[in-house]
Nanobody, 124 residues
Framework: QVQLVESGGGSVQAGGSLRLSCAFF????????MGWFRQAPGKEREAVAI???????SYADYVKGRFTISQDKAKNTLYLQMSSLKPEDTAMYYC??????????????????WGQGTQVTVSS
């Protein structure tokens, strides 16, 4: 059974940076498409960044140029480096995984395993 454990959230001022981590347990990390998602109160969960089995990355338009997804396969860990943070980035951030190919359009509903989330709060 895959388990995902996020860490690294917190409160920062606008313009600041944070790095989120997601530790992966329970299976072979390299078999899974991995992603970061977020959900703000009253809003639908949305994709932030995805990394596929071949290492290809994709980003939502609203974080391009500011966030970077990366991984350390030796540590079975996924990261999200967030810079130039804005108040609208405030949300609960979740790590997610799905076996093999990433879902079409990176829809969150296609990801089967989720972490518990880590809160990111950006103040103006």
């Amino acid at each position: 059974q895959v388990q995902l454990v996020e860490s690294g959230g917190g409160s920062v001022q606008a313009g600041g940076s944070l790095r989120l981590s997601c530790a992966f347990f329970g299976s072979m990390y390299s078999w899974y498409c991995m992603g970061w998602f977020r959900q703000a109160p009253g809003k639908e969960r949305e994709a932030v960044a995805i990394i596929g089995l071949d290492g290809d990355t994709s980003y939502a338009d609203y974080v391009k140029g500011r966030f970077t997804i990366s991984q350390d396969k030796a540590k079975n860990t996924l990261y999200l480096q967030m810079s130039s943070l804005k108040p609208e980035d405030t949300a609960m951030y979740y790590c997610a995984s799905v076996f093999n190919r990433c879902p079409e359009n990176h829809n969150w509903r296609g990801f089967g395993y989720w972490g518990q989330g880590t809160q990111v709060t950006v103040s103006s």
